[in-house]
């Protein structure tokens, strides 16, 4: 019985093996027509080519004095003032990060309402998170790096940045340090633009190599970023 058994398996599997074989070789052409389509639906979905900016980086000079409302924040907030020398200095500039860069700062442009920290604290700067909705220049640039961490762009390569603004005060911006050139993020603009075309003079930065600040191009600095 059990030879018997035996022998009636293997024909049975033998004349099975020959359909299998052919649904095998059916389903293996599906699968590689299945992967064309899917690759091939891929590209169709991507979207239109961005054009990059080319932004030269701003000149870096000797060590500068931190602003006093970004110390005393530093003592309430250690971890936004900390810099990891192991994260890359600048970023790569590519689509997917303009885009990024973009819809941050339009979101946070669009959220925050400003006021100034007179108003809004009764002082006349302090650098704080804007989660209440209100707040000034630093507060929107604060938020949008924190943002833009959340999705995996490392701090190190995002500065906060004092200039002299186009009305001759004091204002805050973001600095994105990229492959091609330092980007600014600005709650005064939608766009995404140069330092050179910005139409502001550049003071100084938050280092990359410490807690210390850098100068920028030799200006001269601000006592306060009290601009809305």
Known sequence: MRYAVLDSVDRSFASAREPLL??????????????ILFIGGATAQ???VVALPEAAAVEEGSGARPVAAWTAMCARMPAE???????????????????????VNRRVNARIRPIT????????????Y????????EDYQLLKRRMLIDRGIPRRALRMTVVIDDIGEGHAVLMVRTTRGDLILDNKTNAILSAARTGYTFVKREGQDGPA???????ASPVATANR
């Not at 590519?94 to 819809?103: M, P, Q």
């Not at 920290?117 to 704080?128: F, K, L, P, T």
């Open 117 to 128: 920290d007179v108003a809004h604290w009764g002082v006349i700067d302090r650098w704080e």
């Open 22 to 35: 052919q649904r095998l070789g059916r389903g293996a052409r599906c699968a590689l027509v299945g992967t």
């Open 213 to 219: 600040w850098v100068s920028l191009n030799g200006g």
């Open 130 to 137: 804007p989660d209440d909705g209100f707040g000034d220049c």
């Open 81 to 103: 003032c900390a810099v990891n020398v192991a994260e890359p200095a600048a970023i790569t500039l590519n689509s997917a990060l303009w885009r990024t860069l973009t819809s």
């Open 46 to 48: 991507v979207g239109p």
